[in-house]
């Protein structure tokens, strides 16, 4: 962490001196990255807008993008990512969150899930989620999604804690809607199965417009 | 929407019957996309894994990670995801969502919050948030993204729906620990202020490890 603030620092500093300099993140440097770093040390320097540096933040794709793309499609519909890294987060504050979560149906991405030293927290987060959704609820764990070491596997809410779980893990917790089909975790779009596959409307559903503005409809 | 199965159908049968066929949704085809629907397609012919057509699901940002960039660095922390579209979804579903998503104080990105017809959703949304965070609470609409007509603005709880919202805007409500720099909207990445920006630790606080796992540490 505080290697972190000085890789910050560095970058800052070194940018403000002439250089073009990258400060890279894994996954989407904006989701639990360095981004919200950067602006804190250009706030302690009293940074504004157009002094030099000049900056630019370029998204990526997060481990949500990745490792859900890995094991299906868990997040079609509502979902949050939740860190269990409780160093600069009281775990009242994270415990809530699950809570919250849970109880109101989210597809729940955990991050920072264990640690060698840090194991306790996965096995309280279980727990929680547990009281709210059945035991057979849909559980991904993926490790390392697109790189060498690539580790997947889908499992259910009762039986991911005999997996392996560590530092390059993320787990994806089903809503409950989401259901497991050859393999895959999907969580479909909506509640009411309105449309039948054939795009007819069911009995007592009223038709929806097929031009509905959407920020995901293609043209 | 039923134009959307019929969408996922042809490309399934084409597929099926020979052809190679990129299915293409806006953002990530995971997220509020094209990916579930391809699966409820393949489960409705009763598709096995080996069958016919090979999948392959490709990651994408969706649009917290495009959005997010544009204002700054929202999403440093825990956040979710809330589609405002009740089409597929019971509206007390998404209610019920949005208030325990206030309440345990996530960084909130709704999707779909309006459109033409829809008007009353956001406004719905925004006073369940405002009975949980103040109305200085810092809030973030962007409209594409990275496309001709982006159009960004950062505001705050109690003003952002005086500005134009549609159904290419998303919304970003900051969590109580979210600010606002120089324009930008920025969320840090912990609670407690444990660590000085030299990466001192703070009297009264724990120091924590420099080489504390986690998913986003870079070598």
Not at 22 to 27: K, M, N, Q, R, V
């Amino acid at each position: 962490m505080t290697e972190e603030i000085g890789r910050a620092r560095a970058a800052v500093e070194r940018a403000r001196d002439g250089g073009k300099v990258a400060l890279i993140s894994s996954g989407d440097a904006g989701v639990y990255g360095m981004a919200g770093l950067v602006f804190e040390v250009l706030k302690s320097l009293g940074w504004k807008r157009g002094d030099s540096p000049e900056l630019r933040i370029v998204p990526g794709m997060t481990a949500l993008n990745s490792c859900g793309s890995v094991v299906g499609a868990p997040l079609v519909h509502d979902f949050c990512a939740i860190s269990l890294s409780d160093l600069l987060t009281p775990w009242s504050v994270i415990a809530r969150r699950i809570e919250a979560a849970a109880a109101a149906d989210f597809v729940i991405g955990l991050y920072n899930p264990a640690s060698g030293r840090r194991t306790r927290q996965i096995v309280e987060a279980q727990a929680i989620i547990r009281r709210h959704r059945g035991g057979e609820t849909p559980v991904a764990l993926v490790k390392s999604a697109y790189r060498k070491r690539q580790n997947a596997a889908v499992t259910d809410l009762d039986h991911f804690l005999e997996y392996e779980i560590g530092m390059l893990t993320t787990v994806l917790v089903g809503s409950s809607q989401t259901f497991v089909f050859e393999g895959y975790m999907v969580t479909p779009r909506g509640y009411a199965n309105k449309y039948t596959q054939d795009g007819e409307v069911l009995a007592g559903q009223r038709p929806g417009f097929s031009l509905v503005p959407s920020v995901k409809e293609v043209g």
